[in-house]
């Protein structure tokens, strides 16, 4: 077979330039993906009670970027979606981020007022402060609240999610977590936050409708590359596979889900409940929350971290630690000497976690490059 271009993993990545290069090139794509439906990790589908679920746990989009929005809407209409997290701490279910409504209720009311009027006058209504800076505040009680998120919310569930301690993860991970000087209990502030109305599978599907674009599932890049014949590739499968882990392999998170549907309408007062510190799984969702949809019984999965191994769990979560940074960059330093006749993207063949809205734009983004330079 020969075609324009072979692109490898019908995920996000994939898809946005399996459609760009057909609409905006002309040219032949064939898209291929080892599992037996498009989408990658965004797949959702009806289980056998008719209920939509997300396969590989919970997807919710939200995204600053018009670009992306504007870009994705020609292939769904959308279902406004603001997405809440509670946590489990100290016996009560609190807004997550922590926020002020959480502080009001783990605490006293004379002390949830002190602590909520230093939060407002040293850093102002709508802030979002790291939890690593309020540690180093002067004041007393600052100090005590970002302790005490620290200890409940964040440290226990970074060692069930990462299986290590926060100071081994990268900087970057641990400086991000805020405590939101607000009452705003939604999960996410982006200007844009919406599930796509009948599912993000049927948004990708529509994507990739195109007589220019060849879809191959059930198939691995490796047990057909000899029998294709392409121009160029775009790689978004794991970018140390491709070069047959010369250096090592990059290591993964991995996760388990526990699906439990119930004859009952919901089971749970919010999308996602967050377990940092009871339990050995760190979350569970209940899948109706997300997808707005009508039923008599309920879906949720529980979400169990594991141990990534190679050939048998599903590489999810790249691990963000300054030795897995640095083994990455040599796989980039391969990927360099290939000259853009292959291009790497996506969370696999960036080793780097993503958000769908960040697959999109980087794929957007690298697309533009290539097409001006020809
Ligand atoms: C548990 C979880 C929850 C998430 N929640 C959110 C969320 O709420 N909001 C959000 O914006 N993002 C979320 N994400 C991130 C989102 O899943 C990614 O942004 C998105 O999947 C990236 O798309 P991708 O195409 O780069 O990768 P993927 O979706 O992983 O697609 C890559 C595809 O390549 C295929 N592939 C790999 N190797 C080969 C090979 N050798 N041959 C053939 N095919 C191959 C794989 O089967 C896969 O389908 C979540 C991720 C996880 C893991």
Redesign the pocket.
């Known amino acids: 077979m020969k075609v324009d271009w072979l692109i490898?993993?019908?995920?996000?990545?994939?898809a946005t330039f399996a459609e760009r290069i057909a609409n905006e090139r002309g040219e032949s794509v064939l898209i291929?993906?080892?599992?037996d439906h498009i989408a990658?990790?965004?797949w959702d589908e009806y289980n056998s009670f008719g209920i939509l679920e997300h396969k590989?746990?919970?997807?919710?989009?939200?995204t600053n970027s018009k670009q992306v929005w504007d870009y994705l809407s020609q292939f769904t209409e959308w279902r406004p979606y603001f997405h809440k997290v509670l946590g489990s701490i100290d016996g009560k279910l609190v807004p997550l981020p922590f926020n002020l409504n959480s502080i009001d209720q783990l605490f006293p009311s004379s002390m949830a007022e002190r602590i909520i009027s230093k939060l407002v006058n040293v850093y102002g209504y709508g802030s979002r402060v790291p939890i690593l800076e309020l540690l180093k505040a002067s004041d007393e009680d600052l100090r005590f609240i970002a302790d005490y998120a620290y200890k409940n919310v964040f440290e226990q569930y970074t060692l069930k999610q990462w299986g290590m301690r926060p100071e081994d993860l990268s900087p970057a991970v641990t400086s991000r977590v805020p405590i939101l000087v607000s009452r705003d209990d939604r999960y996410f502030q982006d200007t844009f936050q919406a599930m796509p109305l009948l599912g993000f599978g049927v948004m990708v599907r529509r994507m990739l409708s195109h007589p220019k674009i060849r879809i191959m599932l059930k198939?691995?890049?490796?047990d057909i590359q000899d029998q294709i014949i392409f121009d160029r590739m775009v790689f978004?499968?794991?970018i140390d596979?491709f070069f047959q882990f010369k250096h090592g392999k990059l290591p993964y998170r991995s996760?388990k889900f526990q699906v439990d549907t119930f004859p009952f309408e919901l089971s749970q007062s919010a999308a996602v409940i967050n377990y940092p510190n009871e339990y050995d799984y760190t979350r569970i969702t209940e899948m109706k929350w997300l997808t707005g949809q009508r039923h008599s019984q309920t879906t949720t999965f529980t979400e169990f971290p594991i141990p990534h191994v190679h050939g048998q769990t599903v590489p999810?979560?790249p691990i963000p630690t300054e030795d897995n940074k640095q083994l990455f960059k040599l796989y980039q330093e391969e990927s360099d000497a290939l000259q853009g006749k292959v291009i790497f993207a996506?969370?696999?063949g960036d080793y780097m976690y993503?958000?769908?809205?960040?697959?999109v734009a980087r794929a957007l983004m690298l697309f533009s490059k290539m097409n001006k330079n020809g």
């Open positions: 490898v993993g019908a995920g996000l990545t994939g291929l993906d080892q599992r990658g990790n965004a590989y746990g919970p997807h919710i989009f939200h198939t691995r890049w490796q978004t499968g794991p596979e996760l999810y979560y996506g969370r696999l993503y958000n769908m809205d960040q697959a």
